[in-house]
């Protein structure tokens, strides 16, 4: 019920996002198709160093290289990046691997400007509601800068800043040397571990997870284009020589945009207590699949609604919304109320006895009725 359902909404969107303007509000420019991840629970001990080199680090499978931030159809990275995950009851453990030839880093005090190095990010947003997320970054010294955020900047989030995730643990492995512009690196490994307890502070779920619980996340990848000129790493300069060039981004679940800040389009990390099963296909333990697409057809409603209101000055009607919209069946399920300041999206699936709604700050609540 819930696949036909997402179905016919999407066809519904298709015509709604080809009806209103899309200035003022960027929306991703891409098909939702996020990537799924499995981590397995493990009872072994881990000893964070950066060099992955326990039996639990060996048998767990890295994830696909890393994409355009922007999808599949734009240029794609240089340089290989991947991920792997695994956990036990006191820590989630995040594993990388970013391939360079020329390792740099700068900053070397906790939470300091990070993402101005080359970096490595980790988003996690455990409600799968865009609110109350986490973000952390590191660089190849093992420097990091974590944050917690209310809701996305759009939508006037702000990041607490004297949170911190204590109790976390961090290494990186150099294969090659930092700073040193007279060889070539091949990479740089990321090792952490992430306290359950840090990421209780930011979900109302069981921490740390239940079997086949579920996450939105999502990893990224910082490179800015530099040179390497009498001893040291500079960032290279745009054809004016007056600002830098942009730093490039690739990332483990596509954006569709250049903003990591979009977290209904993170990727879905699914926890399992019990050891990989051989002679089951992955696919199989993938739940929730047709959630995830009702709720990303929401968010076009939220887009479509965020780019009305930056043109009219005010939220759309239900009548307004759709008057341009060929309708269907479907369309009748789907109840706007909104004034001036805000809107709630609402969509009623009585077979399955849930409620999905959406409001004028991009935050996406299930009702079980």
Request: hydrophobic share 30%; aromatic share 14%; glycine share 6%.
């Amino acid at each position: 019920m819930i696949k036909k359902v997402a179905s016919n909404l999407f066809i519904f969107l298709i015509c709604l996002n080809f009806a209103l303007s899309q200035n003022g509000f960027q929306r991703p420019q891409i098909d939702f198709n996020p990537n799924y991840y499995i981590s397995y629970k493990t009872d072994d001990s881990i000893k964070i160093n950066g060099k992955l080199n326990e039996e639990a680090w060996q048998k767990t499978d890295w994830s696909n290289n890393f994409i355009n931030i922007k999808g599949k159809t734009a240029p794609s990275p240089e340089y290989r990046t991947k991920i792997k995950l695994i956990w036990d009851e006191n820590y989630l453990y995040i594993g990388a691997f970013l391939e360079e030839p020329h390792i740099w880093a700068r900053s070397q005090k906790r939470d300091s400007q990070v993402f101005r190095d080359d970096a490595f990010e980790i988003f996690i947003d455990p409600d799968s509601d865009t609110h109350n997320y986490l973000e952390l970054q590191i660089n190849a010294y093992a420097t990091i800068t974590d944050l917690f955020i209310t809701k996305p900047y759009r939508d006037s989030g702000v990041s607490i800043g004297n949170w911190q995730a204590t109790g976390i643990k961090k290494g990186t492995h150099i294969k090659g040397t930092i700073n040193n512009g007279k060889d070539i690196d091949q990479g740089w490994i990321v090792e952490l571990a992430y306290p359950w307890s840090a990421i209780a502070e930011c979900t109302h779920k069981h921490i740390p997870p239940e079997d086949g619980m579920q996450f939105r996340m999502n990893f990224s990848r910082v490179e800015w284009p530099v040179q390497y000129k009498n001893g040291i790493y500079t960032k290279e300069k745009n054809s004016t020589k007056t600002e830098v060039k942009s730093a490039k981004y690739s990332v483990w679940s596509p954006q569709g945009l250049v903003n990591l800040h979009y977290p209904e389009m993170w990727g879905i990390v699914q926890f399992e207590t019990k050891s990989r099963p051989e002679e089951k296909k992955k696919e199989s333990l993938i739940k929730n699949k047709s959630f995830y697409e009702i709720a990303y057809r929401l968010y076009q409603i939220y887009y479509s609604q965020k780019q009305y209101q930056t043109k009219n000055g005010r939220y759309a009607s239900q009548k307004q919304l759709f008057k341009h919209i060929i309708k269907n069946k479907y369309t009748e399920s789907i109840k706007i109320y909104s004034g001036r300041n805000f809107f709630r999206g609402v969509l009623n699936l009585p077979n399955i006895n849930k409620v999905f709604t959406i409001n004028n700050y991009g935050k996406l609540e299930t009702i079980y009725k």
